[in-house]
């Protein structure tokens, strides 16, 4: 991984010419190339700035930027501050081929120089994780902390969007997720201790890298426990090692996939009795726990129809639950000659009528239908905010309780959807000191269509409470940095990160907003 072993490289190249300097002025100093001449402070904030591309919220949930900054201290540590002078020259040839000798000369001291400091001469402070925060508040400050690093926060905006937008937007999906999941527990339920687990992550495999896939995965676990991601749910027990050594991160179950059921078939055959004998041989071999089956394979609705009530007194006798999974859409049913399946709501409507009708149940107080504990419905595709609430529609008004399914959230929900432009996100620089004196700065397009790109002017303080935060600007970096109002926690101070919410408490943060 290119950001790992070179941190000091995980920048946009334009930003090589933000730090080179020219040769030394008529007075002895060596003046910036693009920079004011005198600057020795630049602050710049980090804000959700619209939710043009996430329509279910106005607000952002705040995530991921502690376990971010520790991350970046210890990556620049072990593979900045740690290597040899030679070895950090020689990572930065890559600066000569790709514009030049010169740029490289201009660069390279600075980079130097930050080496033989030996620590990240920054402040880094940010909201409390779990919380909300609107758009248009900042959600994070960064400001150097030593007049010759000037350049630093704008060097590392690249690794810093790159990495917190996704822990931040990804979180806030699963909170929309849990949203609903609450929703309707609080309709057809007569409990809600079910949730941790009725949304599922099955992302990994169809994110953009394994760094991708840990990012979406810690993120979804903010707001539930179920998750195939062992990357994610070990990300986050090393982490919260110190804070949660007895919270329970993520869990799974055991369950099989298409080439199980094939090897089966090949033993068993693909005709029905093959089906029965492959599902009887998997119940026998696992007679407690859940167990997950994927049941379309072959024939998903003889699987309902024909193989599971030849099996129903096995399947009661398990000390645990049978989970079915079927895959994809199967139009038609042979019990029902008369009905197509016209979508998978439909589809799994008529699941759980059949489970019921096969193994029973229960009226809940709330009058809703609860398969018997034996049996259960996992659905894994295509599961979205913007499609969920239908699928849940659909089960309450056929008369039973949500808790009866779990669902699985895919890639594109977690992978090809999510994108900083979801709220907006943009780092911008506020607050700069020239010659000794703290000049207010700030972005303002002139355009009523870029109106929302507007950054704040001057440094700023974040006052309230979740959800109802608000912004003070206009301060200096001094003034913002004394106000005892501030409502962001310092997360990094001269290369030491000292602060970190235990994830528990995150999780109750989150779930006491729903």
């Not at 009530?309 to 038609?332: M, N, Q, W």
Request: charged share 25%; aromatic share 10%.
């Amino acid at each position: 991984m290119l950001s790992k072993q070179f941190p000091h490289l995980d920048t946009d190249f334009y930003k090589v010419s933000h730090v080179m300097k020219n040769e030394t002025n008529s007075i002895g100093e060596t003046d910036p190339s693009l920079h004011p001449v005198g600057i020795t402070e630049l602050y710049e904030t980090l804000t959700p700035r619209e939710n043009s591309y996430f329509p279910y919220s106005e607000q952002m949930t705040v995530y991921g930027y502690e376990f971010f900054v520790e991350n970046l201290v210890k990556n620049w540590q072990e593979n900045f501050f740690n290597k040899g002078e030679e070895e950090i020259i020689s990572d930065f040839d890559v600066v000569t081929m790709m514009a030049g000798q010169e740029v490289h000369d201009k660069f390279l001291p600075q980079m130097l120089a930050l080496h033989k400091l030996g620590y990240l001469p920054l402040e880094i402070k940010a909201l409390p994780e779990g919380f909300l925060v609107p758009m248009r508040v900042p959600v994070l400050s960064i400001v150097n902390t030593h007049p010759n690093f000037y350049w630093l926060p704008g060097y590392l905006e690249t690794t810093l969007l790159a990495n917190t937008f996704v822990t931040s937007t990804v979180a806030s999906y699963a909170r929309e997720f849990r949203k609903l999941g609450q929703k309707y527990a609080d309709l057809t339920a007569d409990s809600n201790d079910y949730l941790d687990f009725q949304f599922h992550d099955f992302s990994q495999r169809g994110q953009h890298g394994d760094e991708a896939g840990i990012l979406a995965g810690i993120s979804h676990l903010t707001c539930f426990k179920g998750s195939d991601q062992i990357p994610a749910v070990k990300t986050l027990m090393d982490f919260y090692k110190d804070t949660d050594k007895n919270e329970l991160i993520g869990a799974s179950v055991v369950a099989t996939e298409h080439s199980i059921m094939e090897s089966l078939a090949g033993q068993f055959g693909t005709n029905k009795q093959g089906q029965i004998d492959a599902f009887k041989n998997l119940i026998e071999r696992n007679p407690s726990g859940i167990l997950s089956i994927v049941s379309d394979t072959y024939d998903y609705w003889e699987v309902i129809d024909e193989v599971l009530p030849s099996l129903k007194e096995l399947i009661l006798a398990r000390d645990g639950k049978l989970v079915i999974r079927p895959d994809s859409l199967t139009e038609s049913r042979m019990k029902t000659p008369n009905h197509r399946i016209e979508n998978v709501n439909d589809q799994l409507v008529e699941s759980l009528k059949a489970l019921y009708e096969v193994f029973g149940g229960a009226i809940n107080s709330k009058g809703y239908k609860v398969l018997d504990q034996h049996i259960g419905l996992l659905h894994g595709e295509g599961i979205t905010l913007d499609n969920l609430e239908e699928l849940f529609i659909a089960i309450e008004k056929s008369g039973f309780s949500t808790e009866n399914i779990v669902l699985g959230v895919g890639a594109y929900t977690y992978s090809v959807k999510p994108s900083r432009d979801d709220f907006g996100q943009a780092l911008k620089a506020s607050s700069v000191v020239i010659g000794g004196k703290d000049i207010p700065i700030f972005k303002q397009p002139k355009s009523e269509n870029e109106a929302f790109k507007r950054s704040p002017r001057g440094a700023v303080s974040i006052h309230g409470t979740s959800g109802n935060y608000s912004m003070i600007e206009g301060l200096t970096i001094q003034e913002a940095r004394n106000d005892s109002k501030n409502q962001m926690n310092t997360l990094l101070k001269d290369g030491v990160s000292s602060f970190k919410t235990p994830f528990s408490v995150i999780r109750e943060r989150i779930q006491s907003e729903i």
